[in-house]
């Protein structure tokens, strides 16, 4: 699966990554887990700061990714 990585996240990292998810998906917790042990690189994907999103909506860290949807990390925004 593609994923999509944006802000400093893809300025960091690079703005896809591509991954192999379990057939029976897997959370966003694990996820982020699979991608830091992956590559050293992908560390600051494991911080829960970086919102996920999937098919374009912010989910919780439980939330189970099914193969073939969009995955994509925002990093969070300040605002003045």
Do not use: K, N, T
Request: charged content about 25%; glycine content about 8%; some cysteine.
């Amino acid at each position: 699966m593609r994923i999509l990585l944006f802000g400093s996240l893809g300025e960091q990292i690079g703005r896809e990554i591509d991954a192999d998810l379990p057939a029976e998906g897997c959370s966003v917790a694990s996820l982020r887990m699979l991608l830091a042990e992956r590559d050293p690189a992908f560390a600051p994907l494991a911080r829960a700061s970086a919102r996920a999103c999937v098919d374009q909506a912010i989910v919780r860290e439980d939330y189970v990714i099914r193969p073939g949807q969009e995955v994509a990390f925002v990093p969070p925004l300040s605002g003045g």
